[in-house]
């Protein structure tokens, strides 16, 4: 094995693209680990904390593409020389959506060259760097979708006060998944044109969401994103309250749901105030906040992701939805085996997991030691709920929504475990992910032995998407598992399965009527797009 870094000076690329470009060149036999990363302070140190860093990376600087390969010589000099030409084909980027590829024309590298009209900018450059394009797109009257993470959170608030003064929205830092008129942005589904607009600091919680509305037959009229740190105390939610107040006044929007992680309880209550303010029933999901505290008038609180997505679609309806699918009857696991082992891509489906399994399952673990090369990772004593998609497992390595191999490696030491009862394994498709992200983890479990725990799985997506939701959940089944509607859904089959003593404090499964409305229920880089966005207050009329 060798490890060799390479620089490559004043060469750009955006990290959506270089995790793709990393997870294709990783495939050949012979290459153990390859990142590709600007040459950051920040970047240059988690490779040498990951044991990546060599000589000529020590060098490298902010405008400079860094590239570490461990391999075998000859598999880690092709890998190299092949970087430069992986980078140039079409559709890279996090503003890769249906109408990238080879007709689309270069991603436009400055502001300078922004087309006339252009309504709103994609800023994907190093964090240092982010808040300063952002502020001349803003300055330029433009919307700003900032994909870019590790912006200081001062830097998040001025950009944002200065939108609020100009009318205009802030997607991030650290924005992830958005759909304006219906076109992707980051990491996102294809999903139905409807009257139900979304506002959300998590961006897999927004793809569970929509998604799930498209599968119930409504649709959906924009996605918007704010980054995740927008409802914190030190930010205040200025996102979230701008895109609920450009839901209301977009004609195309009937319905509103929030999405998040629990905001600071502060901004948690004056977001529910603004929503009811807002003229159009809300619901909200604020996973983890109190759902004994009765909702303001016209806003539904929904305890899980799953709950959201229903009281939406119910409401579009006017009515009771069909029930949703009958929980699958797992044969009960016989000891040895007693431990969950949760393998989650997305952060917010594993937050969710964990407040559903608390109460029923006990004590819970979100945190397993990382992978080290060439070592089988080692599994703790006591049920597991990890989010893969964390720093400390994508150190120098793409995303698991890009490159299953980490998750893979995890996914295979829990079937080999004789501690587990059951393993829960979400696959997210859409723009921006692995184009089969079903067959890597097929390909795990069909080594498994054949006395294997369980394995519960679940899409997120559409059949409009380009891997297929049909298509990945079939990968799946044929594989052995067990694959259920939604995130909700499968940590409540393991809640039936392992819960102590059978009891099972779970928010109640989801029901088919419609919810009253104040229920409580269970070089810079910067792509400008002319058509994604209109003003903030008139949002729909020219996406």
Known sequence: ??????????????SVALMRVAAHLAEPPGVETISLVMGTPANRDVLARSGLLTSPGHDAGPNDLLVAVRGEPDAVDTALALVVDALSGPGEGPGAGPEAGADAGPPVRSLVGAPAGASLALISTPGPYAAAEALKALRLGMHVFVFSDHVPIEQEVLLKREAARRGLLVMGPDCGTAVIGGIPLGFANEVRAGRVGLVGASGTGLQQVSSLLHSMGSGVSHVIGTGSRDVSAEVGGPTMRAGLDALAADPATEIIVLVSKPPAPHVAEQLLRHASASGKPVVACFLGTDQAAPAPAGVTLAPTLLEAARSAASLTVGGALPPGEEL??????????????????????????????????????????????????????RHLVLDLGDDEFTAGRPHPMIDPTVRTEYLRAALADPRTAAVVLDVVIGHGAAPDPAAALAEALAEAPADAPPVIAFVVGTDDDPQGLTAQQRILRDAGAYVVDSSTTAARVCAELLAVGGD?????????????????????SASASASASASASRIGETA
């Open 328 to 381: 699958p009857k797992l044969p009960a696991p016989a000891p040895p085996r007693h431990l969950l082992r949760a393998l989650y891509a997305g952060g917010t489906f594993a937050h969710e997991a964990a407040l559903l399994l608390g109460p029923a399952l006990g004590d819970i673990t979100r945190t397993a030691p990382p992978p080290v090369p060439g070592a089988a990772p080692r599994l703790p004593d």
């Open 504 to 524: 099972l404090m779970l928010a109640p499964a989801a029901s088919g009527s419609a919810p009253s409305s104040s229920s409580t229920s269970s070089s810079t």
């Open 1 to 14: 094995m060798v490890l060799r870094n390479a620089v490559h000076k004043d060469l750009y690329a955006d």
